[in-house]
């Protein structure tokens, strides 16, 4: 680290930045619908994203349904259970997630915690958002087409994702959910150039990059990397539609269909899956980063302590971040690639526990003699580090070839990463909506509401992927539609499966409590004021809540500190804002290395 | 970017710094990262990155399916040759065509040069004649593409060996056709407003109601050279293997 000084009294002086022009909306339509305020867009992102979400959230109770009660619901034939996995994995993964992160906070979040005004390219975010939109309906329509989704399993493993036995492998399914997948990546790409070139190039005076609160160095490291993981999916679905259209075999072999040979040669199934997996593990992290990142602010904030060491914080996302790009291959141990790239690639997924296993101490020694708040957006910052935690151990026996190869493809699979890419971001995204709520609406939202919702969702969640380690543990293998007739199955574990799906439906339903609590509290809501839970970054500080189209009124905020200074002896209250001038205490992340 | 100084603040403190030394201060310093590289080309950058991760992935595609595809590859040279005056000549039009391109990129950074003196007249020109240039490129891809399919090139078959010859040709030189379709396409645009004055009156954009600056021609000339770079990667790799 090279030593760069601030000015001889260690204080920024005034802005002397020259302002950004701001395009104003002149109707109804350019304000509320095709705005060009990333609040706006954010906004817009989030509830298309949150109702994706319920979609998949609906086809998970339909698969649990078969799963633990087979055979009574008959309408959900073979067929529509694969159809259903699909769907509720892609949407789930892509459309819900990676949408609601960089495309739901990164928008809200960024310029206001950087400082600045909107994003640097207000017309192509907005478009982002339209073309988003427009891969969701492409995606949806499936549902409309003859045959139905595809149902080749979310990873669309060729050559299987477009041969006829599977549904939607020679009908529509299959070809709009690659539609579906190559107009998001191109949405996308809009916003994330975006994200990243706020980040990098609009940040406000005396907000250096090592004094940016950590919920935007996840987000703009989390878009960094889907810049460079998405197009790797990109061109295994332009190749995959090629092979369904055009006839070619990228990844085609030679083949018997049904007692036919096929007319193809030549192509390699392995090929696709590198270049799904190239995608599909930064994609982990993806939705991982910005977990991170969020959830060491709310810990600061709600146990009103500063972040432990946060330059490893920082180091400890960027070394995930490009430790990611060479791990794929771990998805890819019984794929039957070369045995050897396993010894490489169950290292360097070893390694990735080191930086991950920073984080996670430094959360603890954050909360440790911290002035907790049990608030509900701590609620699920806590339960965060449980569930990953959890979900991340079990990935250090899935990482690990011996120990991978049994338990490859069983029940054990889902419930890893369901512990730990779905349950676990999806508690810091209820956390962080609890926690911006204010900030977005005026409003707080309901706190008994919220706690129903928080321990049903939490304990109900445990309660769900816990028993499913065992019965992977047992041999249950996943993605099958009917175990029943399976000799060694034991009654036991249709009991369990049929435990698992009631706490399923329950856990469903509560959720609707926190939909319902989002539009309640937008009228009946206690009123927030500016900065409720006392936080020390930018977005808190805006002169009116909810921010108006610009953020800032008329001049732009000026930083003198970093986003941690909590708890501080002596202050009129007990933090100070990035905002707010005076002497940065030793250590609070000045400019000096 | 070496010659970039920290200055913070109205206070006065100017360091002077090279090397690694500046690119902490860069790094380091608040508002921008890259202190003289505005928003447009640092999104611009940043985009190319994203794309040659795009490229890398077709080539890498491409080269895996050649190295495991069970039957022989076709002869490049044979199937890339011309007849003309009765002689066969191995790559002749491709030889051409990346000539063509590649003289395309000369035109673009003299009408880069010239936008720099704010000389409307010879920086519209100037991308006229890369906008005619990158045309003909495609011209002569679409007269090979005609040519190959008259002789039976599919992409999922083809007279001479491997049905991944096909299926890789058509995907990537399409791929590669297409940004330089649209080069094209920006080009016109943006050769329109150098013409028309737009950037010297700050008039405001169509579609997103911005003003724009000369700017534009070095970003539309950073994409235009990395399709160009792009080019020499998949002839290269396509028509020299």
Redesign the interface.
């Known amino acids: ?2 030593d ?6 260690g204080v ?3 802005p ?2 020259e302002d950004v ?1 701001l ?1 104003h909306p002149h109707s109804w339509l350019t304000k509320y619908v095709f705005s060009q305020d990333a609040k706006v867009i954010a906004i817009q992102y989030s509830f298309v994203a949150l109702s994706v979400g319920l979609i998949a959230l609906v086809l998970s109770w339909l698969m649990r349904l078969q799963l633990g009660f087979p055979g009574v619901f008959s309408f959900i034939d073979a067929n529509a259970y694969y159809q259903f996995i699909t769907m509720h994995g892609m949407m789930m993964v892509v459309y819900v997630l990676t949408a609601l992160f960089l495309g739901g906070f990164g928008n809200y979040l960024i310029p206001l915690m950087v400082g600045a005004r909107d994003m ?2 207000p ?1 192509v975010n907005m478009l982002s958002f339209w073309i988003y939109l427009l891969a969701v309906l492409i995606l949806v329509a499936s549902f409309f087409v003859p045959g139905g989704p595809t149902g080749a399993g979310w990873t669309l493993y060729p050559p299987q994702a477009i041969l006829s036995g599977t549904p939607g492998g020679q009908d529509w399914g299959i070809i709009l959910m690659l539609v579906s997948l190559m107009t998001f990546i191109i949405g996308f ?1 809009m916003g ?3 994200y ?2 706020t980040v ?12 940016m609160p950590l919920t935007v160095w996840g987000i703009f490291t989390a878009s ?1 990397m889907a ?2 993981a ?3 999916l ?3 679905a ?2 995959m539609l ?1 092979d369904r259209v ?5 990844f085609m072999p ?1 083949m018997v269909e049904m007692g036919q040979p096929l ?1 193809r ?4 199934p392995l ?1 696709f899956q ?2 799904f997996w ?1 995608f599909g593990h930064p994609e982990v992290y993806i939705v991982a980063l910005p977990a991170f990142g969020i959830v060491s602010d709310l810990i600061s904030t709600h146990a009103r302590r500063n972040i432990f060491g946060y330059r490893m914080m920082v180091w400890a996302l960027l070394a995930i971040g490009a430790l990611s790009f060479i791990v794929w291959a771990h998805h890819m141990y019984v794929s039957g690639m070369n045995p050897y790239f396993g010894f490489f690639f169950a290292t360097t997924t070893l390694i990735i526990a080191v930086p991950t296993a920073i984080k996670v101490y430094n959360w603890i020694l954050t909360l440790w003699r911290g002035d907790i708040h049990l608030t509900v957006p701590m609620l699920f910052a806590l339960a965060f580090i449980v569930t990953f935690v959890n979900g991340g151990l079990t990935g250090l026996f899935l990482g690990n070839v011996v120990v991978d190869v049994p338990l490859s493809d069983t029940m054990f699979v889902v419930a890893h990463f369901h512990m730990v890419m779905g349950v676990a971001p999806i508690l810091v995204i209820f956390g962080a909506i609890y926690h911006w709520y204010p900030k977005v609406t005026g409003r707080m939202l309901n706190d008994p509401l919220g706690k129903l919702h928080f321990w049903v969702t939490f304990l109900g969640a445990y309660a769900i992927f816990f028993p499913m380690h065992y019965l992977g543990l047992m041999g249950i293998p996943r993605r099958y539609h009917d175990i029943a007739d399976m000799a060694f199955v034991p009654p036991s574990a249709h009991a369990l499966n049929a435990f698992i799906t009631i706490v399923a439906l329950i856990v469903g339903a509560t959720q609707l409590v926190f939909v319902f609590n989002l539009f309640w509290s937008l009228r009946h809501g206690k009123p927030a004021g500016g900065n409720p839970w006392r936080a020390t970054t930018l977005e808190w500080q805006t002169p009116e809540t909810p921010p108006p189209h610009g953020n800032w009124g008329k001049d732009l905020p000026v ?1 003198y500190r970093w986003a941690y200074d909590y708890s501080v002896p002596g202050a009129d209250q007990d933090f100070l804002a990035q905002s707010q001038p005076g002497p940065t205490r030793a250590g609070s992340g000045s ?1 000096h ?1 | 970017m070496t010659e970039q100084a ?1 200055t ?4 006065g ?1 100017h ?1 002077e ?1 090279s090397g ?2 500046s690119l ?2 860069d ?8 202190r003289s ?3 447009g080309k ?2 611009m950058w ?2 190319l ?3 040659t ?2 490229f ?3 080539l890498i ?1 491409y080269m ?2 050649r190295m ?4 022989a590859w076709p002869n490049a040279s044979e199937v890339f040759a011309l007849t003309i005056g009765g002689t066969s000549l191995p790559l002749i039009l491709i030889a051409i065509m990346t000539f063509v391109l590649i003289s395309s990129s000369g035109t673009m950074a003299m009408a880069v040069n010239f936008a720099y003196r704010r000389d409307r007249r010879k920086t519209a020109v100037l991308m006229l004649v890369t906008a005619l240039l990158g045309a003909t490129f495609v011209g002569m891809q679409a007269f090979e593409w005609t040519k190959l399919i008259h002789e039976g090139v599919r ?2 078959s083809n007279p001479w060996g ?3 010859f ?2 890789t040709f058509f ?1 990537i030189t399409g ?1 590669h056709g297409t940004h330089v379709s649209f080069g094209v396409l920006f080009l016109l645009i943006v050769a329109r407003k150098v013409w028309r004055g737009d950037y010297d009156q700050e008039r405001r954009g169509f ?5 724009g600056n000369y700017e534009a021609v070095e970003i539309m000339g950073l994409y235009w050279h990395f399709v160009d770079l792009v080019w020499v990667f998949i002839f290269a790799f396509f028509y020299l293997w």
């Open positions: 680290m090279v760069v000084p601030l000015g001889p009294t920024i002086a005034a002397d930045v022009e395009y640097v390219f017309y790409t994330g150039l975006n990243v070139v990098l190039q609009a940040r406000a005076r005396g907000m250096t990059l090592m004094r960094f810049l460079l998405f197009p790797a990109f061109v295994g332009v190749m090629f055009l006839g070619t075999s990228f030679v007319d040669n030549g192509g390699s090929l590198h270049l190239f930083v400019i290395g | 920290f913070e603040g109205t206070t403190t360091i710094a690694l030394r902490a201060a790094f380091s310093s608040d508002r921008q990262a890259f590289i505005s928003w640092a999104m940043i985009f990155l994203s794309d991760f795009v890398s992935c077709f595609s895996t399916a495991s595809t069970t039957v992409p999922w491997a049905a991944q096909g299926s995907m791929f579609f997103t109601s911005r003003r």
